[in-house]
C-alpha cells in the first residue's frame, strides 16, 4: 500500500556491542516499519588485534570502520525493508554503548586507522565494558576521596574504570606515544554523530555521567596533575567540546553521510545518546520514580528525580541526562546476558538457552540450594569494583546445569533489587519498573524478577527500545514534536504490569536475598580480598 505524501519518518540507529540496528519510524505514532542489522565483522576484541597483536586481561577493543558499516549497510536496507520513499524521511538519531572512547587526530580519524598504529592496541575503541583501567579508576578515587572533590558524591563515591578519565589515564602511561599523538577522547556517540554532520559536538548524557561534568565543569588541572603531571591538560587538550542538549539537533547530514545512508542532505541529525537513556523515552517513563531497565549484555537502570540526591555505588546524577528539567540518575549491572552466555558457552555448550530455562521453570524458588554472586564482569552498581568476580555456593555432587542456571538468573534479580533498594534509601523511590532489551523474552527471567523484587513489572512494547528511542529524539531534533516529553507521549509505548509478583515464591526470595547480601558485603566491601588477590595473581602469571 502506497505512503500517503503527507506522511513523514525518523530513523533510529541503535549502536550495541556486537551490531548496530537501524528502523523507521513514522512520526505521527511510532510505528516501526521497517528494520535491519548489521554485525559488526571485528565483533568485540578480547585476546588480539586484527593483526594478531595480543591484548591483555580484561580488555575489550573495536573497530571504528565497523560503525560506518552499519550507517552504509543497515540504514538503507532498513528504509528498503519499510518501503517508504527516503525523500520522507526528516531526522535521524542513533544512541551508542558507553563508556566507548575512540583516540582521534584533529579532524575525527581514528588513531586505530592510521597504518603506524594499527599494531598498538591504546590506538583502537576502548568498549564499556574494557575493564583494564581498573588500576587506574582505584587511584582516581583515592585522590578524589582525600582530597573532598564535589564532583564525588554525584558518582555514588566513585567512578568507574569504564568511564572517561580512567581510560583516558591508562593510555597516557602505557602509550604516551599515542597519548601525544592523540588530538581528541571522543565518546563514540559523539564519534558518530561528527561522521553524520562533520561536527564534534558532546552530548550531555555523556560528559555528565561518564565525563565527570557537573554544573558546567570537569575536573580540576591540579587534580589531574597529581595523577600525572601530563594528565593536567587532559580535559583543555583532549575532552573539552561544545555541550549539546539532547532532542536537539547537532546539525544536518552530510553529503558524504547522505550518500552513505541513502537519506536526503541536511536532514536533522539528533545530538548523540546512550542506549539506555534514550530508551526512557520509548517506554513512556520520563517521570520521576519509573524505573526503566535495559536489559541485555549487562543491565543499565536510568530513572529520573525531581531532586539531587546521593545514591552510594550509583554511575551518576545528572540534570537533564535523560530529560530536560528532572535530574537523571544512572546505575547498572556490568554482566547479565553475558554471564547467562558465557556458562553455556564454557560449561554448557551442549544445551541452549531455551533447553536450560525450560528446565529451571520447573524448579520452585530455593529448590536447587545454590546462591550466586552475578560479578563475572565486575560490579558497576552498588560497589564500582570491576576487580571483583562471580561465586557459587551450595554445589554438590547432585548439582545440574539447570540448577546453576536458575540461580545465575536470580543473582542477576539480586543485584538489581540491591540497587533499587539502594535507591530508595538515599531518597529517590521507585515506583514502576519497566524492562527493556532482549532479555524480556525469556519470560522466566521476568518472572524471577518480579518475585525478587516484589513489584509488578511493565515492560516496553518495543523490541527496539533504545532505536525507537533514538527516532522518537531525532523527531524532537527535526522539529516535529516541540520537545522530547511530547514527542515519547505520541511515539513511545509499554505493556504495564504484565508480571506480578507470586507472594510465595518473593517470600523465599526474601530469604534468599538477605544471603546474597551476606556475600555482597564480605566480598564486595573489604571483609575479604580474595576476588582482587587473585585477579593479581593472575596478571602477574599471565604476564610473567
Same mark, same amino acid.
Given at each position: ?165 580512567? $581510560? ?41 555521567? $561518564? ?18 603531571? /601530563? ?63 535495559? !536489559? ?17 555505588? !550509583? ?56 546462591? /550466586? ?100 529524539? /531525532? ?18 509505548? $509499554? ?22 547480601? $551476606? ?11 580474595? !576476588? ?13
Amino acid at each position: 500500500m502506497p505512503v500517503a505524501p503527507s506522511e513523514t519518518y525518523v530513523i533510529g540507529v541503535d549502536f550495541g556491542t556486537l551490531s548496530g540496528r537501524a528502523v523507521v519510524v513514522r512520526v505521527a505514532d511510532g510505528a516501526e516499519l521497517g528494520s535491519a542489522v548489521h554485525d559488526y565483522p571485528n565483533a568485540v576484541l578480547t585476546d588480539a588485534l586484527p593483526d594478531g597483536t595480543p591484548l591483555g586481561h580484561d580488555w575489550a577493543l573495536q573497530v571504528p570502520g565497523d560503525y560506518v558499516e552499519v550507517l552504509r549497510e543497515a540504514v538503507p536496507a532498513a528504509v528498503r525493508a519499510a518501503g517508504v520513499d527516503p525523500a520522507q524521511v526528516v531526522g535521524i538519531g542513533t544512541d551508542f554503548t558507553a563508556c566507548t572512547m575512540i583516540p582521534t587526530l584533529a579532524d575525527g580519524t581514528p588513531l586505530s586507522d592510521l597504518a603506524e598504529f594499527a599494531n598498538r592496541p591504546h590506538a583502537y575503541v576502548k568498549l564499556w565494558r574494557h575493564h583494564a583501567a581498573q588500576p587506574h579508576a582505584d587511584r582516581i578515587n583515592r585522590l578524589a576521596a582525600k582530597r573532598g572533590e564535589a564532583w564525588l558524591p554525584r558518582y555514588g563515591g566513585l567512578i568507574s574504570s569504564e568511564w572517561e578519565f580512567a $581510560k583516558g589515564l591508562q593510555v597516557l602511561e602505557e602509550d604516551p606515544e599515542i597519548y601525544d599523538r592523540m588530538d581528541r577522547w571522543v565518546e563514540a556517540a559523539d564519534w558518530i554523530i561528527w561522521q553524520l554532520t562533520g561536527a564534534y559536538v558532546r552530548n550531555a548524557c555523556t560528559a555528565g555521567y $561518564k565525563g565527570i561534568r557537573q554544573d558546567g565543569h570537569y575536573p580540576a588541572p591540579d587534580f589531574l596533575a597529581e595523577l600525572n603531571p /601530563a594528565f593536567a591538560g587532559f580535559v583543555a587538550d583532549k575532552l573539552d567540546q561544545p555541550i549539546g542538549e539532547l532532542g536537539s539537533a547537532a546539525g544536518t547530514l552530510t553529503a558524504q553521510a547522505a550518500a552513505w545512508t541513502g537519506l536526503p542532505e541536511g536532514i536533522a541529525v539528533a545530538v548523540g545518546n546512550v542506549d539506555a537513556h534514550v530508551t526512557a523515552a520509548a517506554a513512556q517513563a520520563l517521570e520521576p520514580g519509573q524505573l526503566v531497565a535495559i !536489559m541485555g549484555t549487562s543491565t543499565c537502570h536510568v530513572v529520573n528525580g525531581d531532586e539531587i540526591v546521593e545514591v552510594p555505588g !550509583m554511575c551518576g546524577v545528572v540534570d537533564g541526562g535523560i530529560v530536560a528539567g528532572l535530574w537523571g540518575y544512572e546505575a547498572g549491572q556490568s554482566g547479565v546476558g553475558d554471564i547467562f552466555a558465557s556458562y553455556l558457552r564454557h560449561l554448557a555448550p551442549e544445551l541452549t538457552h531455551e533447553r536450560l530455562t525450560e528446565l529451571a521453570a520447573r524448579q520452585r524458588p530455593g529448590q536447587h540450594g545454590l546462591i /550466586a554472586l552475578d560479578w563475572h564482569s565486575g560490579n558497576r552498581s552498588v560497589l564500582v569494583d570491576h576487580e571483583l568476580s562471580g561465586l557459587l555456593i551450595g554445589e554438590t555432587l547432585a548439582t545440574r546445569p539447570e540448577d546453576v542456571y536458575r540461580a545465575l538468573i536470580e543473582a542477576t534479580a539480586f543485584g538489581t533489587r540491591t540497587i533499587i533498594e539502594t535507591f530508595g534509601r538515599a531518597g529517590v523511590p521507585i515506583n514502576e519498573f519497566i524492562a527493556a532489551g532482549g532479555l524480556v523474552r525469556n519470560e522466566l527471567l521476568m518472572q524471577i524478577y518480579a518475585d525478587v523484587l516484589r513489584m509488578p513489572l511493565s515492560v516496553i512494547g518495543s523490541e527496539q527500545g533504545p532505536a525507537l528511542g533514538s527516532a522518537i529524539h /531525532a523527531a524532537a531534533a527535526a522539529g516535529a514534536y516541540p520537545d522530547v516529553r511530547s514527542a515519547a507521549a505520541a511515539m513511545g509505548r $509499554k505493556r504495564a504490569a504484565v508480571y506480578r509478583p507470586d507472594p510465595r515464591a518473593a517470600d523465599v526470595y526474601d530469604e534468599l536475598f538477605a544471603e546474597y547480601t $551476606k556475600l555482597h558485603d564480605y566480598f564486595g566491601r573489604g571483609s575479604n580480598r580474595v !576476588m582482587r588477590n587473585l585477579r593479581a595473581i593472575q596478571r602477574r602469571t599471565v604476564s610473567s
